[in-house]
């Protein structure tokens, strides 16, 4: 009998968009009862939920047992006030979640917590694991089970294994920073103490910050603004801070490697509020469109941004070039998030119901469009369509970022290459398919720059196909959910 292997559909809500990644928080806060935990773990994760709105949790400890509460949806969905007053601790975990590995699902939502035969811990992570089915091949054939298809799990079933070896949690975690490959910024709970580590590239963001004498740990600096809480530093790549009664104390994985922080956080993934690194947000998206101004000029009569990542862009561009800046597109902030338009034929109003072009600020113009990327291309083709409804006499797109040509292995959701629009076309080909006038990327070179005072390197090689480590063949989104057909 033949037997092959099917993946599992996936189908995001926005299927022409480069979606956000995981978002993490960590709060440490025995003797401080000023502090609740779980309730300001919900506030954090109120201000991380652009990072992932597929599913969210949190795991608090209260004197060394730790309860977890998790499920599909918004923050604000999955958590009550009631639920919030059940959940008394002194430390807490949280997570928002957007799948990289593994389909949308309570199981396969965050914190992880288990318990193992030295206790027990919970685990947050935002990343994504190149070796993931190397280990879990290694764990389940020595007798692991596993009731996920996230790579999380491999994690923490790593980190476990390593734990039965070592003295303590954090050394365990250093243990297993020398196996696990890919991206990762994570926080781990076990009765005790609180763990942020980072990988040693430093791809994904992770930042350390103070309440009162409350220690936290976020992936952006704009959750402890949510808190009213102070930024103290980044984590750097490499490091894992331990939190304890004892105090806080940095130990480093002993990995040297070149630092590659995902550009792409500056220019979507991060809120502009937050700094990272040492490099403002909202700064290096102005700065992209600064730059996309000096390589991409053209005549227009106005420059608008598609809400809300291509805004900063937009302002940056028209700062640099002179041609006023305008409002063309106005967003609908109350559309259901799992609003679905049924039928091929009504993608167009799928669109308008989210976006509409203000005529009295384009018909009769020429109009300079800034967006953050373009994967698929069908959303920038509705858009442009939406703006020359409204009588637009030109439309230019620019898009503060390079074009996407390659996969990504550490964590962005981007589709196979065959599906991206720069896939073997040229500019001029792209411009003819979207329907615009004149198109222009961001230079590699540029978006090398536009963070500044960023302390790190970048990977950028879902533009340039130059990966900072070893690499699959493959990106396989739902690599543990394949179907059998018989």
Do not use: W
Request: hydrophobic share 40%; charged share 25%; proline share 5%.
């Amino acid at each position: 009998m033949k037997y092959t292997m099917k993946r599992l559909p996936h189908t995001p809500f926005d299927g022409d968009a480069v979606h956000e990644e995981c978002g993490v928080f960590g709060i440490f806060a025995p003797g401080c009862p000023e502090v609740s935990p779980a309730h300001d773990t919900y506030t954090a994760l109120f201000a991380l939920q652009h990072r992932g709105q597929e599913a969210c949790g949190i795991a608090v400890n209260h004197n060394g047992v730790i309860r977890c509460h998790k499920d599909v949806g918004l923050v604000s969905e999955v958590f009550s006030q009631e639920r919030l007053d059940s959940m008394p601790g002194e430390v807490a975990v949280g997570h928002v979640r957007y799948s990289t590995t593994g389909q949308p699902s309570r199981e396969n939502a965050q914190p992880l917590s288990i318990t193992h035969i030295k206790g027990n811990l919970a685990v947050a992570h935002n990343g994504n694991l190149v070796n993931a089915m190397e280990l879990r091949r290694e764990i389940e054939l020595a007798g692991g089970i596993f009731r996920s298809s996230s790579d999380t799990e491999v994690l923490v079933y790593t980190i476990v294994r390593e734990r039965i070896h070592s003295a303590s949690i954090e050394e365990a975690v250093l243990r297993a920073m020398q196996v696990i490959r890919g991206s990762y910024s994570l926080v781990v709970m076990s009765p005790r103490k609180l763990i942020a580590a980072r990988d040693p590239r430093g791809m994904r963001p992770l930042c350390m910050g103070r309440l009162g004498d409350a220690v936290l740990f976020a992936s952006e600096s704009c959750a402890f603004d949510a808190l009213g809480a102070e930024f103290v530093r980044d984590i750097e790549p490499g490091e894992v801070v331990v939190a304890s009664r004892d105090g806080v104390k940095s130990l480093h994985c002993g990995i040297e490697a070149p630092s590659a922080q995902c550009v792409f956080e500056f220019i979507y993934f991060a809120r502009p509020d937050s700094v990272i690194d040492g490099a403002s947000v909202e700064r290096a998206r102005q700065e992209a469109g600064k730059y996309l101004s000096i390589e991409h000029p053209v005549g227009a009569d106005v420059v608008i941004g598609v809400p809300d990542s291509g805004i900063p862009a937009a302002i940056g561009y028209a700062k640099c070039s002179g041609i006023p800046y305008g409002v063309g597109l106005i967003k609908n902030r109350y559309i259901a998030r799992t609003f679905i338009q049924p039928g091929q034929s009504r993608r167009e109003r799928s669109v308008r119901l989210k976006l509409n072009a203000l005529r009295e600020a384009v018909a009769g113009k020429r109009v300079i469009l800034v967006d953050d990327s373009i994967v698929r291309g069908t959303t920038s083709a509705r858009l442009v369509k939406l703006l020359r409804d409204a009588g637009a006499s030109e439309v230019h797109m620019r898009i503060s970022a390079p074009p996407f040509r390659h996969p990504c292995f550490f964590g962005t959701d981007i589709p196979d290459r065959e599906l991206l629009l720069a896939h073997n076309r040229t500019v001029e080909e792209m411009r003819e398919i979207i329907g615009v006038d004149s198109l222009g990327f961001l230079s590699v070179e540029a978006a090398r720059r536009i963070a500044v005072g960023c302390k790190l390197g970048f990977c950028d090689a879902c533009f340039t196909g130059e990966y900072p480590m070893e690499v699959p063949s493959q990106t396989v989104k739902n690599m543990f959910e394949s179907e059998i057909e018989l």
